[in-house]
């Protein structure tokens, strides 16, 4: 189904949707429910001052919360006309909302240690759209003084592209209906960017065959811990100058580079060392400050050892990947040592232990194995529709599938593809699932082309089994985030697609059952730690969309969780500490009001509020708190005794907490019917990258 194009209305609240949030959250969670809040009521921050639309006192109680209002602060109010309509604009000053805050931090697997990734607080997503929306111009002249870089903005987007999902196109929807803000929720990016929006592309562009042809070697030199290390202040130092900003330090506050500058550390606690990983604003403000390297290095190279881009050697940069291309062994050392010290007045420093040098054929390990693994899946999974000619030539021939996977000997020789091209399994699993996923789509469509015989009907069920166990076994070796959200989408994908098309309960119980297993092993293999908290959520929300029989045991929550049956009493405690949001929120959304999970709902009851009490005491200005405060409070799955409790925890008596309650019907987590998961694992179709 060929993609469609929307145009999209320019609205200063858009990049909460785009640029805000990192792509490993939950698909439970998102920036939707927030957005058309802020939409709906015009919510901004212009001219220094938070503003927002309401012909009544209704929303003050809600944004003094929000924005952590002064209590003494008169909010202002103002009759103005928008769209020839009379409005009531309700106004506060910036400097009397607390927005020094503290983001919400949480881990996912990655390398040896993991990576701590930030949703930061919703007042300052508002204050990043505002500066994106005011700034936007200058964010694209700043990142585009490079002629390194290789993935950076290049203007703002004014369409939307999207695909629906093939088993939708299939359940007889209505053609032409369209949800209210689609092209929205379903935007990749708040910027359009050139030229790769990956690395792997770049590897097989004509650039970089251009560059194997005309220089005999490249390295590849990554910038160490580059998010973590970077200083906020070498932002104003990148675009007015190091001498400059210093000497007017005052003056510089007020430039682009400057406001650029309060606003990371505002959103990370006043922090000047390091920004949050994850959004892709820290993307940005990352390339601005590279760029500036980009620049120095150039002219320090022409300058000192008489060295000419594009003649002596060649350099592209993908974020914080620099790949130089060059003929002699002198010009590679005094690019890196320039390099090296250029980084160093920023700060950062090269991560030497992963410089990667390759002579001609300069091929990574990774392109060589891509090659291979496209054969193998191409080779071994290839549904088609066939004809099936009659004997009596008058009727017409039948149509069958044909799809025969043989599971152990794929794997066999997938194992063997990774092994012989020296790679990880980390390293192909996004693009092996890239393959997977459009192989059942394929598979999809040949079944549907079929006369769905009986044997059809088979065939179906076993080839899907068989993609399944590939797919299990391929990311059992490695349960990242993104790998998880693939894996998801193809469960997701099939379950759907089976209850469309009417399967027998027996054959559709082969995939679930199988399914089921897996996600069990994978939680008890994976339990909930330090630098694992998000991956195994998706498989639990994934798995309650395959039927009550299907049910996780009461054991098996508990041990992922890292609950525990305190002896004598009986009573669940959790010895590690709080959980998360996260994880409170999908395990509130999988026990749901089972009778079967009783206790444990119980159990999280108690454990919300002693987590808010905490949390209110001791980090008042924190993401997480207020967003728990927020979602909770209109959870279905939590009594009102409970949600007036968390109200008193906040200080919101029954009018307050009930205003809170009426501003929204959904914050940040979709609950209940509220909650389609093939939508929400589509939606991250296009933000991601392989």
């Not at 009426?662 to 991601?688: C, I, M, P, V």
């Amino acid at each position: 189904m060929a993609k469609r194009r929307v145009s999209l209305t320019h609205r200063k609240q858009r990049s909460v949707l785009t640029d805000m949030l990192p792509f490993e959250v939950p698909p439970t969670f998102s920036n939707r429910g927030f957005y058309r809040f802020l939409r709906d009521n015009s919510v901004e921050i212009e001219k220094r001052q938070l503003r927002w639309i309401c012909e009544t006192d209704a929303l003050d109680r809600t944004m003094r919360l929000l924005f952590g209002i002064d209590p003494a602060a008169v909010i202002a109010t103002v009759v103005v006309i928008e769209w020839g309509k009379q409005k009531t604009r309700r106004s506060v000053a910036l400097k009397e909302c607390q927005m020094a805050t503290i983001p919400f931090n949480f881990r996912v697997a990655h390398n040896l240690d993991g990576r701590t990734l930030s949703v930061v607080h919703p007042r300052n997503q508002v204050e990043v759209a505002s500066f994106y929306a005011t700034h936007s111009a200058l964010i694209i002249y700043h990142t585009s003084v490079s002629e390194f870089s290789i993935r950076r903005p290049v203007s703002v987007s004014r369409y939307a592209y999207f695909k629906d999902k093939l088993h939708e196109e299939r359940l007889d929807s209505v053609a032409g209906l369209e949800e209210e803000d689609r092209e929205y929720e379903q935007l990749g990016s708040y910027f359009v960017y050139r030229k790769y929006r990956n690395i792997h592309r770049f590897f097989e562009s004509y650039k970089y065959h251009r560059s194997e042809k005309k220089y005999d070697a490249m390295v590849q030199i990554d910038v160490s811990k580059c998010f973590d290390s970077i200083y906020t202040h070498s932002l104003p130092w990148a675009v007015l100058g190091k001498d400059q900003t210093k000497f007017s330090l005052d003056e510089s506050k007020a430039t682009f580079g400057g406001r650029f500058d309060a606003l990371m550390q505002n959103l990370n606690h006043k922090e000047t060392n390091g920004i949050v990983i994850g959004p892709e604003f820290s993307r940005i403000f990352a390339e601005i400050i590279l760029q500036s390297v980009d620049a120095e290095l150039i002219k320090q190279l022409a300058e000192g050892p008489k060295l000419t881009h594009k003649v002596d050697y060649e350099i592209f940069r993908y974020v914080d990947d620099f790949f130089v291309f060059y003929n002699e062994e002198s010009t590679q050392h005094k690019i890196f040592e320039t390099l090296q010290e250029i980084l160093k007045g920023k700060k950062l420093s090269i991560n030497t232990a992963k410089i990667k040098h390759y002579q001609k054929p300069i091929i990574t390990e990774i392109t060589i194995a891509k090659e291979r693994i496209s054969a193998l899946l191409n080779a071994e999974i290839d549904p088609v529709c066939e004809e099936e000619p009659l004997a009596d030539s008058t009727k017409l021939p039948k149509q069958k599938l044909v799809c025969a996977i043989n599971a152990n000997r794929l794997i066999i020789r997938y194992k063997a593809a990774i092994k012989e091209a020296g790679v990880t399994y980390g390293d192909l699993l996004n693009y092996t699932f890239a393959i997977i996923e459009n192989k059942i789509e394929k598979l999809f469509k040949a079944y549907v082309a079929s006369d769905k015989t009986d044997r059809d009907r088979k065939r179906l069920s076993n080839a899907l089994l068989a993609v399944m166990e590939f797919a299990f076994f391929a990311y059992s070796a490695s349960p990242k985030v993104n790998h998880t959200i693939r894996l998801c989408r193809m469960v997701a994908t099939s379950v759907d697609f089976l209850h469309a098309q009417g399967l027998p309960h027996e054959q559709k119980h082969l995939l679930f059952k199988y399914v089921h297993d897996n996600v069990i092993q994978q939680l008890e293999k994976n339990t909930m730690s330090a630098h694992r908290e998000v991956e195994s959520l998706y498989l639990l929300i994934s798995l309650s969309e395959i039927g009550r029989e299907y049910w996780l045991p009461v054991s098996v929550l508990l041990r992922h969780f890292l609950i525990e049956e305190e002896e004598g009493t009986g009573n669940y405690i959790r010895p590690t500490g709080f959980m998360n949001h996260f994880s409170v929120t999908v395990l509130l959304s999988y026990i749901k009001d089972k009778v079967r999970y009783t206790k444990l709902k119980a159990f999280l009851k108690s454990h919300i509020i002693a987590k808010l009490e905490y949390m209110k005491a001791h980090c008042p200005n924190d993401a997480e708190t207020l967003i728990m405060l927020l979602d909770l409070v209109v959870c279905p799955y939590i009594s009102a005794p409970t949600k007036d409790a968390i109200g008193d925890i906040f200080k919101l008596d029954a009018s307050a907490l009930a205003s809170v309650q009426a501003a929204n019907d959904r914050w940040f987590t979709a609950w209940g019917d509220k909650f389609d998961l093939g939508k929400e694992l589509d939606a991250k179709r296009s933000r991601e990258v392989y």
